[in-house]
């Protein structure tokens, strides 16, 4: 049963946040990026007063990739995306109100009507996202309930037959697993210019921090099997690189991982994507590695994911592999608009929204099961962002996670002193230490996430708020 909230205030602090390595996805470098933090105090219509927290870094080119604006542009966008948001949530939820209208309402002013030509809109929808998480997590709070528990009994007052009039009889209570998932199995991400093996790289290029940096480290220390190979150099280059690859794992773990291309929106057309597969299977080690591909994510901008002319080698790139949309997924049309065009898949990302998700479950069910859902997340990190992500993907039942904020950053050591301990106390079976600072525990190449089952949105450690720094005292840095 639904229970409305009004919201009292709100605030965001940030936290400057260093990579341990540099990642390159797609035409950009990450070395460093904003975490946002925000707080909201709600009130639910017994008088209860209740705090919630969200978080997520401001990653530059990827929520807009304009080669027009700078990477401090890109974060000035995200921050205008949140205060608009803010204002829109505030303004819906004055009164009391189930958290599904307010963020309908909110959704709705931010938004406004599908547009496969519009590039901006997974900025706008980010700080809805952002003020969705924390109001999840606090009405959770308020009621003391978890977010499984919380979506198997409505708290919401989640309606998705109001934007998918096919779910009107949708129940998505019944449809969840009784218990969320206590462990999920870790997505690694190989980045375009991550190393293979430790003994080809240049002394000059090693961390030296005691944790792995080549994939051979990586498979060793955590036990993966699942990668997510990046790709988006062209299709020559494109071709070598999973050929390598292919040799790589025919060594490292007998030809037998599970395989998923993420295209970073950077081809023209499925057309030259197929050709580079093609390419890459005339070698017989690289037939072997397309032959384990799961699906392939995103390989065209998102303006043209929706493109037919781009699109028209569909049938034939589905023959190997089913193909997801990531970027293109702005909105909540998005999904049934590529469903149209043959796409099979949709991410889960919580920066895209947590009823977004829920929606697209539905709309995966509501189609006869040839529909799929992944999850997708690379650099949200600990504690509350990586837990609420892994909170939402554990009561969908999601099998494997995209994961690899413990790869390009340094463990838990972006929060204050007294966070970690609290978290390192709090969830035992996903965190450990290790060397000097607190890290995420992977073995066996699986996340544990049996503590995330507590009361709120997948966290319940102490979080210092007041140690991050006020939004009105921080400034964006220089590109």
């Not at 309402?105 to 901006?120: I, L, Q, R, W």
């Not at 109001?162 to 779910?167: G, K, S, V």
């Not at 019944?174 to 991550?194: C, F, K, Q, Y």
């Amino acid at each position: 049963m639904a229970s409305p909230i009004r919201i009292l205030s709100t605030e965001l602090r940030l936290t400057d946040v260093e990579t341990r390595l540099p990642f390159r996805f797609g035409g950009a470098i990450l070395n460093a990026a904003p975490l946002a933090t925000l707080r909201v105090l709600i009130q639910t219509e017994d008088g209860e007063d209740a705090e919630g927290f969200s978080s997520d870094l401001l990653m530059p080119k990827w929520f807009e990739k304009d080669p027009s604006k700078s990477a401090r542009d890109d974060v000035i966008s995200l921050l205008a995306s949140i205060e608009r948001a803010t204002a829109a949530w505030v303004r819906a939820a004055t009164a009391p109100t189930p958290v599904f209208d307010a963020w309908r309402a909110a959704y709705s002013e931010c938004m406004g009507a599908f547009d496969p030509t519009d590039t901006s809109a997974l900025v706008r929808s980010f700080g809805v996202s952002l003020m969705e998480r924390a109001v999840i997590d606090a009405t959770c709070r308020a009621t003391d309930t978890s977010f499984h528990n919380a979506l198997r009994a409505d708290l919401f007052g989640f309606a998705p037959g109001e934007l998918h009039p096919e779910l009107a009889t949708w129940d998505l209570g019944a449809s969840l697993p009784h218990e969320p998932a206590d462990s999920i199995e870790v997505r690694h991400t190989i980045g375009m210019d991550d190393p293979l093996r430790v003994e080809d790289m240049k002394p000059m290029d090693r961390a030296d921090d005691g944790f792995p940096q080549a994939l051979d480290e990586d498979i060793e220390r955590y036990g993966v099997r699942r990668f997510k190979v990046k790709v988006g150099a062209g299709e020559e280059e494109d071709a070598r690189r999973l050929t390598e690859l292919a040799a790589f794992f025919e060594s490292a773990l007998d030809g037998q991982p599970t395989i998923t291309l993420d295209g970073n929106e950077r081809y023209a057309d499925l057309a030259g994507f197929l050709s580079m597969l093609e390419t890459t299977a005339r070698d017989p080690l690289g037939a072997r590695l397309v032959e384990r591909i799961a699906f392939i994510e995103q390989p065209l901008d998102r303006v043209a994911t929706f493109d037919l002319d781009a699109t028209a080698a569909m049938s034939d790139l589905s023959v190997l592999a089913p193909v997801v949309i990531d970027e293109a997924d702005g909105h909540v049309d998005a999904f049934t608009r590529a469903v149209a065009l043959g796409y099979k898949g949709v991410s889960i990302k919580s920066c895209k929204g947590v009823f977004r998700a829920l929606l697209n479950r539905g709309l995966v069910e509501a189609r006869g099961g040839e529909l799929f859902q992944t999850g997708e997340d690379l650099t949200n990190l600990p504690a509350i962002a990586l837990q609420e992500d892994l909170a939402l993907m554990c009561a969908l039942g999601v099998e494997d996670v995209e994961r690899n904020g413990h790869h390009y950053f340094r463990g838990l050591d972006h929060l204050p002193e007294a966070e970690q301990t609290s978290a390192l106390d709090r969830h035992t079976d996903l965190y450990g230490r290790e060397l000097d600072c607190g890290r995420v525990s992977i073995t066996d190449g699986k996340m544990l996430t049996g503590s995330l089952a507590c009361v709120g949105f997948g966290h319940e450690h102490d979080v210092a708020f007041e140690e991050r720094t006020p939004m009105e005292e921080w400034a964006p840095q220089e590109a």
